[in-house]
């Protein structure tokens, strides 16, 4: 049982510094158990009590990192750019999250606004719309087409409800929540700066990367207007799915143009590009 103890805390010490903190949280709690019945029996006291020792810092750990809560409505995030030493952290939550319904797209698509007030970056892990009736009947949940989205203190983005087999016209009451995910182990939420241009055949956005990480798997959503009207939304995707973008360089997505429901292309005389996600590269 000792030996077993020492294998299970260690496995729990270094779990603990990773996202799977119920694992590492399993491990400790039965290598104290397992430390305690060997030291009891005097069975391998020395692997038992330091087993015990490994355990007891990695749950330690596991509670002393920043977090979410239970119902993913409050954390903690960041004043500052991702790799600064000067970085602060504050509490954050969904209340200070505003979520608006946009408009749709020629295919359909809901395009809703997420402004984030907090004084701290959010990483949210979903967005869901409620659609209900003019009664006020719930008829409908859809989950936006990011499933992760990072957002800077006092900043906005856009996202999509994709709209090809539904209509959502028929639902004139929307509700929106969130949740919060941890963004403090992998994901890029400052320091991401978009430029971009019509190239006469899609849209070509330059990503500049002064996040103090390198990255991988940059996201930038396109959203296309003719006059004030949303006529379509399109993620811009990097050439290269797995590259990874250091810090101080840049990155190339692109964004084909809008269709509508028959893939038909759908005029449009403006877009606005907004960042949407990266990951930190492993």
């Known amino acids: ?41 005097k069975q391998a006291k020395g692997m038992a009590i330091a087993g015990i020792i490994c355990a007891t810092i990695g749950v330690i750990i596991v509670f002393a990192q920043p977090g979410v809560s239970s119902d993913g409505s409050k954390g903690t ?30 295919a359909g698509d809901l395009v809703l606004k997420v ?9 949210l892990s979903d967005i869901t719309t409620n659609f209900k009736d ?10 936006a087409n990011q499933s992760f989205v990072c957002i800077p203190a006092k900043s906005t983005t856009y996202v999509y409800d994709w709209g090809f087999e539904e209509d959502y016209s028929k639902y004139p009451i929307t509700e929106f929540t969130c949740t919060l ?6 994901f890029i939420y400052n320091g991401i700066t978009l430029t971009s241009n019509d190239n006469g055949s899609e849209i070509a956005v ?8 390198s990255i991988s798997d940059p996201r930038a959503l396109v959203v296309y207007y003719k006059g004030d009207t949303i006529v379509g939304v399109v993620e811009a995707y990097p050439g290269s799915m797995d590259a990874t973008i250091a810090n101080g360089s840049e990155s190339y997505l692109n964004a084909k143009y809008p269709e509508d429901k028959n893939y038909n292309k759908v005029s449009f005389d403006k877009f606005e590009v907004y960042y949407t996600s990266a990951s930190k590269s492993r």
């Open 206 to 213: 330059t990503l500049k990367n002064d996040s103090g990480e």
């Open 1 to 41: 049982m000792g030996i077993a103890s020492l294998v299970l805390g260690i496995i729990g010490l270094l779990v603990s510094f990773t996202w799977f903190a119920d694992l590492s949280l399993i491990c400790g709690i039965i290598a104290i158990v397992l430390g305690i019945i060997a030291l009891v029996k």
């Open 181 to 186: 995910a941890n963004i403090s182990e992998d």
């Open 134 to 143: 003019a009664n006020g009947t719930f008829q409908l949940t859809k989950n």
């Open 77 to 106: 995030g960041v004043t500052s750019d991702s790799g600064s030493a000067t970085q602060k952290q504050v509490s954050v939550s969904t209340e200070n999250v505003v979520i608006e319904k946009v408009g749709l797209t020629k």
């Open 115 to 123: 402004t984030n007030n907090n004084e701290g970056a959010v990483c």
